[in-house]
């Protein structure tokens, strides 16, 4: 029998929750989506998706969505009506334009988004910079992977990871560092323990015994912040023990004499003891890594938000290259899991406040003139603003305005109380969402935005693969792309942005950027998925990277002399617990888009992870409310018991504005990217009675 309501039609496009980038097939049925079914050929995936990616997409169609431009007449107290796109576009283009005019260029502060396309990252640093005039560009990736790019880049050359995921089937031994992939990257945790089934030898280093420690041959339970420590020593051990490659360190790297030097102070015992573990673990995780064929290092956020994150990406680094495990033909190198769907493309795409694309120095004149040539431009040769710089020179009164594409920066940001009194304190604050958010409450002109399933262009994941991603829906209402806005606000700007459509963006950039060049929609279309780099148009990207020579100065891996030093923010008697925010399987991020989804009811409200001794201390049962205090907030939770966390540690997310998270979390940055703390915020626990 012909079903009397067939699917109309099916597309193919990269999922938006987080940076695996599965391949799917979007389903749809009477303009909604009907099913979500994972593509069995696709290269990351193989046929499988998670909760999110296959059933989280009822959000598109929530009543909550933003359909028009939203604008208020009078301060923030007045509320937020519905405007013409007309109108909305030439409030937020005159007031731009006069904060640009009166106060400069650096008046102006610019978020773009993980969320959104390579090309629609791309039009925002170019309006940051052509229309705007100024540099102060940043995105998400400072709260989460800049200690990555920095601390890669430093170390081989490119800020990514160094391989394909593919490589992670021929590894015999798994070390994962300050990751959770079985939640956050569910498909790469699913390939993981596939691989473990399989009789690969498994490290995981971690304050909580996560779902993969209970598969590990070694579970190194080191305490937040002390990453530095633990590597340093897994690193002494690896030269003590002989396990070094010592024609690799000869031939292809840089500064063994040095960390050499530096790893004197490292005796097993003494690192151990910096990290509150047996000696014992951390050794065995030295001998199974050093000792494995082909051993890969799988990395996150547990590494990368710290106030010393670029030291822990780079005495990491020091392990791939003491064992010689990096840039060679049969090596499984180093991958960082990146969180969300789009974050190392917003990086890539040269959202950042001293980047132009593909990492070009800002500050470099002879980039500078080549931009300038192809835009008609000048761009500026100082550096802007990061993120956090942001927030103080709008307290400070030097930055006036806050144009923030597709981010919450009020509820996922540190410090989110900080983040209220800088939006506060600008002249004007434009945003672009799909929903009324937490940051939109603070904005004076709001424009409805579209979501993955009605974008066109290209994303790129963690293993720097760049693959398309194609409207499967139409937008309700007036929402737009953050692509048509960037378009529509700068020609009421009365400038013209060029490459009128998302392909022709990748066309402009992939002319101006050596690691793109031979990346189009066009051949996206035609041969699929490619890695960066891709210098040409005959050329298939690089998977696995540096099989000739590292990208650095001198052709060498480069060795990171880092010395272990003590977290920004340290439990004392009036706040002695320590607590950790990371990711849960069913949310996202700020969980405006899964929280409008079945996958609600898996996970209605945020708790808050306590061990039973505490709880016990604390005369506390499961599910009983309990005050957080840290040294800038209070936020109450139900508590969950659970032993996967140690004593006098907590863990939660920050997937709900009614319990902001973020409010608690620390002020302290990475010392060398600016990337927030968010691994360790001092509390003290109070029960409500
Ligand atoms: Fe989407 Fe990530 Fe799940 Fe894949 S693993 S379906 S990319 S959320």
Redesign the pocket.
């Known amino acids: 029998l012909a079903d009397p309501n067939p699917i109309s039609r099916t597309t193919t496009t990269t999922?938006?929750?987080?940076?695996?980038?599965?391949t799917?097939r979007v389903h749809v049925r009477d303009a909604a989506v009907a099913a979500i079914t994972?593509v069995h050929g696709a290269p990351v995936?193989r046929g499988?998706?998670?909760?999110?990616?296959?059933f989280a997409h009822a959000f598109t169609r929530s009543r909550e969505r933003l359909t028009t431009p939203l604008i208020r007449d009078g301060g923030r107290d007045s509320p937020l009506r519905p405007a013409s796109w007309q109108e909305a576009l030439t409030v937020a283009a005159t007031r731009l334009a006069a904060i640009r005019d009166h106060h400069g260029p650096d008046a102006i502060g610019m978020i773009s988004s993980a969320r959104a396309t390579n090309e629609e990252n791309y039009l925002a640093q170019k309006f940051a910079r052509t229309v705007l005039g100024t540099n102060n560009i940043d995105n998400c990736s400072r709260l989460c992977h800049a200690p990555s790019a920095v601390g890669l880049a430093a170390a081989f050359g490119y800020a990514g990871g160094t391989n394909s995921v593919d490589d992670l089937d021929q590894t015999d031994c798994i070390l994962i560092a300050g990751a959770n992939p079985t939640e956050a990257?569910?498909?790469?945790g699913a390939r993981i323990k596939q691989l473990v089934l399989r009789g690969a030898r498994l490290i995981v280093i971690d304050p909580r015994r996560i779902d993969l420690a209970e598969m590990a041959d070694v579970h190194v339970q080191a305490r937040p912040g002390s990453n530095v420590a633990v590597f340093n020593g897994i690193a002494r051990v690896l030269l003590d023990e002989g396990y070094a490659d010592e024609d690799f360190l000869r031939t292809r790297a840089s500064g063994l004499d040095e960390l050499t030097a530096l790893l004197g102070d490292y005796p097993p015992d003494h690192a151990a003891r910096l990290a509150g573990v047996a000696p014992e673990a951390l050794v065995a995780a030295a001998r199974l890594y050093g000792a494995a064929r082909r051993p890969a290092i799988v990395y996150g956020l547990g590494i990368t938000e710290h106030a010393h994150g670029t030291d822990g990406v780079r005495t990491l680094s020091n392990l791939a290259i003491l064992k010689g495990a990096v840039g060679t033909p049969d090596c499984c190198g180093i991958l960082s899991m990146r969180g969300q769907?789009n974050v190392q493309g917003a990086s890539d795409m040269g959202a950042l406040p001293d980047m132009l694309p593909g990492y070009q120095h800002v500050a470099d004149p002879g980039v500078r003139a080549r931009f300038n040539r192809a835009w008609q431009a000048e761009v500026p040769a100082r550096p802007g603003l990061r993120i956090l710089d942001m927030f103080a020179s709008a307290i400070a009164g030097r930055v006036r305005a806050m144009y923030v594409i597709g981010e919450d920066i009020a509820q996922t940001d540190p410090d989110s109380g900080n983040v209220r009194r800088a939006l506060a304190a600008c002249d004007l604050v434009i945003n672009h969402d799909l929903f009324l958010s937490t940051t939109a409450e603070h904005a004076d002109i709001v424009f409805p935005a579209v979501p993955f399933l009605e974008k066109d262009g290209t994303f790129v994941n963690f293993d720097r693969r760049i693959q398309r991603v194609r409207p499967a829906l139409d937008p309700p209402g007036q929402a737009r792309s953050d692509f048509d806005i960037l378009h529509l606000l700068a020609c009421a700007m009365g400038a013209d942005l060029g490459c009128p459509t998302p392909a022709d963006a990748m066309a402009e950039c992939a002319a101006l950027t050596p690691t793109f060049a031979g990346i189009s929609h066009t051949r996206l279309d035609r041969d699929g998925p490619l890695h960066w780099p891709c210098r040409g148009p005959d050329q298939p990207g690089e998977g696995r990277l540096y099989l000739d020579s590292f990208a650095t100065p001198d052709g060498r891996a480069a060795l990171a002399v880092r010395p272990y030093l003590p977290p920004g923010e340290q439990p004392d008697t009036s706040f002695p617990y320590v607590l950790i925010t990371g990711r849960r399987l069913v949310h996202?991020n700020s969980g405006s888009m899964s929280r409008r989804t079945p996958n609600q009811q898996l996970h209605p409200h945020e708790v808050l992870d306590l061990h039973p001794d505490d709880a016990a201390r604390l005369e506390l049962a499961d599910g009983d409310l309990v005050e957080v205090t840290s040294r800038r907030a209070t936020v109450t939770f139900p508590v969950h018991l659970t032993d996967t966390i140690a004593p006098g540690q907590l863990f939660t997310a920050f997937n709900f504005p009614d319990t902001p998270t973020n409010a608690l979390t620390s002020d302290a940055t990475d010392t060398e990217t600016g990337c927030p703390e968010y691994k360790i915020t001092a509390v003290s626990l109070s029960p409500v009675s």
Do not use: E, F, I, S
């Open positions: 999922c938006g929750y987080c940076g695996v980038g599965c799917l994972p995936n499988h998706a998670c909760v999110k990616g296959r990257h569910p498909v790469v769907n996202y």
